[in-house]
C-alpha cells in the first residue's frame, strides 16, 4: 500500500512539471497571436543565415547582402522563391520584422527606418534616428538587406537580427532568419613597440607590408601602390616636377594632427625633441621618424642615454581626401 502511494505522487509530480512548461513547443495546442503580441520564435538553426560585417571606423560604407544569394533557403523554409516572397510582402502574406534573441521573439515594432528598416542602439534593441548607432533596411527592388553604421557608433561589437515569416494567422513558424554580427573597428590605429639598439642613428623599420590589412582598407591603396606613393612623395621635396599625393602629419597631445610644421628629416620626417615637439635638427632632439621605400624607420639621436623612451605618433593621410589615413603610435626604449 505505502509503495504504491509513492508511485502515485510520483506520478502527480511528473504531470505538474509538464504542467509547468512554458515553452510553447511543449503545448498541447498551439498559441494563436493576436495583433498587439509578438510571436515566440521557433528554433531552427538551419533556417539560419549568420554573417559577420566589419566596420572601420574610418570608412563607414554600407553594406549589402543579396537575398538571392540564399533563393536555396528561401525554397527550403518559405516554400518560395526570393521575388515571391518580396512580392507576398505586399498583401501580407509574408511579414519581414526584427527579432529579438534576448526574449526569444518576433519584433513586431512598427520600422523607424523607411518602410523597412529599423535603427538599433548600443545594446541592439530597436531604436529612434536620434539614438540609432547602425541600421537595417529591406531593399525590395534591389532585392537586398542594407546594414549602416553611424559614425556615432562606439568600438566593438553588437548582433542584429530580422527575418522573413509565413503569414499564416496563428504564428511565424516558417521562416528565414538573418543574423548579423557587426563589429566597429579602428584599423587605421596600427599601435607599435620596440628598441632602439644603442649606436649614433640606430632604430628599427616597421615594414608597410606587415599591416597590409590596415592600411589597405583604410588608405584605399595597396600596400605596393601606397609605398611607392610615401616614396614619391617624399621625392617631391626636392623634385618639383613631382606632384606628392601622400603626407606624413605628427599627432599632437590633443590627438589633433599638426599639417603646419615643415618635414626635418629625410623624405617624409621628422626630428622630435624629448616631449616629442617637432624640432630642427640640433642637441635638443631626441629621435626622429623618416620614410623610406616600404617602410618607416624610427631611430635615435647620438649619445642618447640609455633606457629613454619615446613616443611616436603620427599619420600618412592622402593629400586631398583626409579621410583615407593611417595611423602609427609607436613606443620605443632606447638601448
Same mark, same amino acid.
Given at each position: 500500500?505505502?509503495?504504491?502511494?509513492? *508511485?502515485?505522487?510520483? /506520478?502527480?509530480?511528473? !504531470? @505538474?512539471?509538464?504542467?509547468?512548461?512554458?515553452?510553447?513547443?511543449?503545448?498541447?495546442?498551439?498559441?494563436? *497571436?493576436?495583433?498587439?503580441?509578438?510571436?515566440?520564435?521557433?528554433?531552427?538553426?538551419?533556417?539560419?543565415?549568420?554573417?559577420?560585417?566589419?566596420?572601420?571606423?574610418?570608412? !563607414?560604407?554600407? $553594406?549589402?547582402?543579396?537575398?538571392?544569394?540564399?533563393?536555396? $533557403?528561401?525554397?527550403?523554409?518559405?516554400?518560395?522563391?526570393?521575388?515571391? =516572397? #518580396?512580392?507576398?510582402?505586399? +498583401?501580407?502574406?509574408?511579414?519581414?520584422?526584427?527579432?529579438?534573441?534576448?526574449?526569444?521573439?518576433?519584433?513586431?515594432?512598427?520600422?523607424?527606418?523607411?518602410?523597412?528598416?529599423?535603427?538599433?542602439?548600443?545594446?541592439?534593441?530597436?531604436?529612434?534616428?536620434?539614438?540609432?548607432?547602425?541600421?537595417?533596411? !529591406?531593399?525590395?527592388?534591389?532585392?537586398?538587406?542594407?546594414?549602416?553604421?553611424?559614425?556615432? /557608433?562606439? !568600438?566593438?561589437?553588437?548582433?542584429?537580427?530580422?527575418?522573413?515569416?509565413?503569414?499564416?494567422?496563428?504564428?511565424?513558424?516558417? *521562416?528565414?532568419?538573418?543574423? %548579423?554580427?557587426?563589429?566597429?573597428?579602428?584599423?587605421?590605429?596600427?599601435?607599435?613597440?620596440?628598441? #632602439?639598439?644603442?649606436?649614433?642613428?640606430?632604430?628599427? /623599420?616597421?615594414? %608597410?607590408?606587415?599591416?597590409?590589412?590596415?592600411?589597405?582598407?583604410?588608405?584605399?591603396? @595597396?600596400?605596393?601602390?601606397?609605398? $611607392?606613393?610615401?616614396?614619391?612623395?617624399?621625392?617631391?621635396?626636392?623634385? @618639383?616636377?613631382?606632384?606628392? =599625393?601622400? /603626407?606624413?602629419?605628427?599627432?599632437?597631445?590633443?590627438? =589633433?594632427?599638426?599639417?603646419?610644421?615643415?618635414?626635418?628629416?629625410? &623624405?617624409?620626417?621628422?626630428?622630435?625633441?624629448? $616631449?616629442?615637439?617637432?624640432? @630642427?635638427? &640640433?642637441? +635638443?632632439?631626441?629621435?626622429?621618424?623618416?620614410?623610406?621605400?616600404?617602410?618607416?624607420?624610427?631611430?635615435?639621436?647620438?649619445?642618447?642615454?640609455? &633606457?629613454?623612451?619615446?613616443?611616436?605618433?603620427?599619420?600618412?593621410?592622402?593629400?586631398?581626401?583626409?579621410?583615407?589615413?593611417?595611423? %602609427?603610435?609607436?613606443?620605443?626604449?632606447?638601448?
Amino acid at each position: 500500500m505505502k509503495k504504491n502511494f509513492i *508511485y502515485a505522487l510520483i /506520478a502527480c509530480f511528473t !504531470l @505538474s512539471l509538464a504542467a509547468c512548461s512554458t515553452d510553447p513547443e511543449d503545448a498541447t495546442s498551439k498559441h494563436v *497571436y493576436g495583433e498587439n503580441e509578438n510571436p515566440y520564435l521557433k528554433t531552427n538553426a538551419d533556417a539560419v543565415v549568420s554573417t559577420k560585417a566589419e566596420f572601420p571606423i574610418s570608412r !563607414l560604407e554600407a $553594406k549589402t547582402i543579396k537575398l538571392t544569394d540564399y533563393a536555396e $533557403k528561401f525554397h527550403t523554409y518559405l516554400g518560395m522563391t526570393v521575388e515571391e =516572397t #518580396l512580392s507576398a510582402l505586399s +498583401n501580407g502574406n509574408v511579414v519581414f520584422y526584427p527579432i529579438n534573441i534576448s526574449r526569444n521573439c518576433w519584433d513586431k515594432t512598427t520600422p523607424t527606418k523607411g518602410t523597412n528598416g529599423w535603427y538599433y542602439n548600443t545594446a541592439g534593441g530597436i531604436c529612434d534616428a536620434e539614438n540609432g548607432i547602425a541600421s537595417i533596411e !529591406l531593399d525590395v527592388t534591389g532585392k537586398a538587406l542594407i546594414i549602416n553604421v553611424e559614425e556615432s /557608433a562606439p !568600438l566593438g561589437t553588437m548582433t542584429m537580427n530580422v527575418g522573413f515569416a509565413i503569414n499564416n494567422g496563428e504564428n511565424f513558424d516558417d *521562416y528565414i532568419r538573418f543574423a %548579423f554580427d557587426i563589429t566597429v573597428s579602428d584599423p587605421s590605429k596600427i599601435v607599435i613597440s620596440g628598441a #632602439l639598439p644603442a649606436g649614433d642613428y640606430a632604430g628599427f /623599420a616597421i615594414n %608597410f607590408a606587415d599591416y597590409a590589412d590596415a592600411i589597405e582598407p583604410c588608405i584605399g591603396l @595597396s600596400v605596393d601602390e601606397f609605398s $611607392k606613393e610615401v616614396k614619391n612623395s617624399g621625392d617631391a621635396r626636392g623634385d @618639383s616636377s613631382i606632384i606628392p =599625393t601622400v /603626407a606624413m602629419y605628427p599627432v599632437k597631445e590633443d590627438g =589633433t594632427w599638426d599639417e603646419t610644421s615643415e618635414y626635418t628629416a629625410n &623624405g617624409l620626417g621628422y626630428w622630435f625633441d624629448g $616631449k616629442s615637439n617637432v624640432s @630642427s635638427y &640640433g642637441d +635638443n632632439c631626441v629621435y626622429f621618424i623618416e620614410s623610406g621605400e616600404g617602410n618607416v624607420f624610427v631611430g635615435r639621436y647620438p649619445n642618447i642615454a640609455s &633606457g629613454t623612451i619615446i613616443k611616436a605618433h603620427f599619420v600618412y593621410a592622402m593629400i586631398e581626401d583626409h579621410s583615407r589615413y593611417v595611423e %602609427f603610435i609607436v613606443s620605443g626604449t632606447m638601448e
